[in-house]
Each structure stands twice: as structure tokens, then as C-alpha cells.
């Protein structure tokens, strides 16, 4: 074990920290973390932990959430410089309160990609592993759904419920970059292959797809498939997520990027260094308004409270 894992693994155990990993984390930040999961696992462990201090090593609002969830606790996030996920600055809550104005009688559900003060104006907040789940559990025909639109349209094939976009054009940069020549080379190439993309993804995209699924959903489908090839079609490092996963069972199956440059920079903001610093330094500490948290939660708990 090298020294700053050993320094980090000491911190932790002083100050009882405990260490959330997004699965588009780099190897090493996966590989000394607590927990790695999809952002739905990530708000359920939040909730579950007994620990004094969360390290949250993700974008700024997946460290939010787990403030939200937790404002007794201390949350800690790496790095606070360009950790920002761009979709989730797509939805001010000004447009959801004008979108609202617009139709009185649409129930709001917001993507857990959002800032925390828009998640308060939401009925219930959403991941792509249960965005359709949520949305049919509302008592209602109409639902504001956003920002990501390539979501939108994934709910919208699941639901009989009208599906309004906020905004017009939200969407994630690094999903964006997937188009219909990248899956007809790598069908070329590897006709074998099963094509797993991320609803993130483009419509054309999703549709040419064999499953659509969250990133947990993809690690667990290639995990119980009697398949051996996969073309992954989401950020890269979740191939190096699911390696680690097959490297504990021995089982070889293999991974192939849909695109080798979809990367996401603020996911890799976070190193073993600034770890250490945070947990040694105990910053840079979320804090978010008790209003805030207090309205964001009752959204959050309602996604929780729908059954997987
Ligand atoms: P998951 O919920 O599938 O982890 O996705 C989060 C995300 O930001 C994808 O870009
Ligand atoms: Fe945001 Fe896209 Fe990065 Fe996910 S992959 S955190 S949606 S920028």
C-alpha cells in the first residue's frame, strides 16, 4: 500500500470519514473509496451512513445531495475549482418557476443533475436509473421534466404522461459527443458486440442501442450476461469501474469505448493528493441554505420512497 493511501486510510478511521466515489471516478479514487455507485446508490448510501464526515468524489451536485440528505453531517468535497457539471447549471430555478407559471397543472420532476435551489421547486427529483419509475408514480397527465433532453425523450417512451422539456435544450457535452457513424464503426467492428449506451445519449443513439441503461444498470448487465463482448456507450472510466468488478470474480469479457474521448474533465478533478488534503484540512465543506435543503429533501425522499 503506498503512503498516501495509508495516510488516507488513517485519516479516515480518526475523524470517522467515509469515502463516496462516483463510477466515473479515476482508478485510484475508486480503488480507496468506501462506496462507488451510480448517482441513485450514491444518494442511497448518503442517506445510510453513520459516519461524522462524507468525501464526496464527484461533480458539485452529487455532493450537494449528499448534503441535502445530511445536514448534520459534515460533507467534503476534494476539490472545489471546475467540478461544476455543466447539465446541472442548464435548469436555474427562475426556469422552472416560469415553466410552472406556464402550466399550473404539470407535476415537476428534476434530474439529480441540478443545482440544490432548483431541486426545492421540484415535486420529486430523478437518476436515469429510475427516471421513468418516478415519473409514472405521479398523480398527474403532465410532467415538466429536465434539463437533460435526451432523458426527456427516454421517460417520454415509458410513460403515457405528457412530457414537457426544461429547458429546450439541456444536455450533458461528453454523451453529446456520440453519434450514429460512432455506432455504425463499432457494429462494423465488432458485430459480436452488445451496444450499451446511457440515456444521456442522443434519441438516434438510444434507438440503435441494445440497452439503455444508468451506469450502475450497465455494470450490473455486463456482470450477469453470459456475453463477452460490450461497446460502452458512457463516460470511459466506467470501463475501468466495471474491470475492477471482473477482476474480483476472474471472469474476462471485453470492454470496448464507444468513443475513446468521452471524458468528463470535472470528474477528474479529484487525485489521491487532494484526498489526503481534504480529509487532513477537512475542506472544502459544502454548505447550502436550511430553506433549501429542507424543500430539496422532500423531493429527494420522494424519489427514494419509489421502489427500483
Ligand atoms: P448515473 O446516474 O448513471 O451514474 O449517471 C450520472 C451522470 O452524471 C451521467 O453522466
Ligand atoms: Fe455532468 Fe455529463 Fe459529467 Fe455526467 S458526464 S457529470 S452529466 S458533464
Redesign the pocket.
Known amino acids: 500500500m503506498s503512503d498516501i493511501v495509508q495516510r488516507i486510510n488513517q485519516l479516515k478511521e480518526e475523524k470517522n470519514a467515509v469515502i463516496l466515489a462516483h463510477n466515473?471516478q479515476r482508478e485510484e479514487i475508486q480503488r480507496i473509496a468506501d462506496f462507488v455507485g451510480d448517482s441513485l446508490e450514491l444518494c442511497i448510501k448518503a442517506k445510510e451512513t453513520d459516519a461524522d464526515i462524507i468525501v464526496f468524489c464527484g461533480?458539485d451536485f452529487m455532493a450537494e445531495t449528499a448534503k441535502i440528505l445530511n445536514s448534520d453531517k459534515k460533507v467534503l468535497i476534494p476539490e472545489i475549482k471546475d467540478i461544476e457539471?455543466?447539465?446541472?447549471h442548464q435548469l436555474p430555478a427562475e426556469v422552472v418557476r416560469r415553466a410552472k407559471e406556464e402550466h399550473p397543472d404539470a407535476m415537476v420532476v428534476v434530474y439529480v443533475?441540478t443545482l440544490a435551489e432548483t431541486k426545492a421547486l421540484a415535486d420529486a427529483t430523478c437518476t436515469s436509473a429510475n427516471a421513468d419509475r418516478v415519473v409514472n408514480s405521479l398523480d398527474c397527465d403532465k410532467v415538466l421534466f429536465g434539463p437533460d433532453r435526451n432523458l426527456a425523450y427516454f421517460v417520454s417512451k415509458r410513460t403515457n404522461k405528457e412530457i414537457i422539456p426544461i429547458p429546450e435544450d439541456g444536455h450533458?457535452?461528453?454523451?453529446k459527443k456520440f453519434t450514429v457513424e460512432d455506432v455504425k464503426r463499432v457494429r462494423r467492428e465488432y458485430p459480436n458486440a452488445e451496444l450499451l449506451v446511457h440515456p444521456?445519449c442522443d434519441p438516434e443513439v438510444q434507438d440503435l442501442a441494445d440497452y439503455v441503461l444508468s451506469t450502475g444498470g450497465m455494470i450490473r448487465h455486463v456482470l450477469n450476461s453470459d456475453k463477452k463482448e460490450f461497446i460502452i456507450g458512457t463516460?470511459c472510466e466506467l470501463i475501468t469501474r466495471i474491470k475492477l468488478e471482473l477482476e474480483k470474480t476472474g471472469e474476462e469479457k471485453v470492454l470496448i469505448p464507444l468513443r475513446k474521448d468521452a471524458i468528463?474533465d470535472?470528474?477528474k478533478r479529484i487525485t489521491l493528493e487532494k484526498v489526503e488534503r481534504c480529509l487532513r484540512e477537512e475542506k472544502y465543506e459544502i454548505t447550502l441554505d436550511e430553506e433549501i435543503i429542507k424543500k430539496a429533501r422532500i423531493a429527494i425522499e420522494r424519489m427514494l420512497s419509489v421502489k427500483i
Open positions: 466515473y461533480v457539471c455543466p447539465m446541472a443533475n450533458c457535452y461528453v454523451h444521456e463516460e468528463c470535472p470528474m
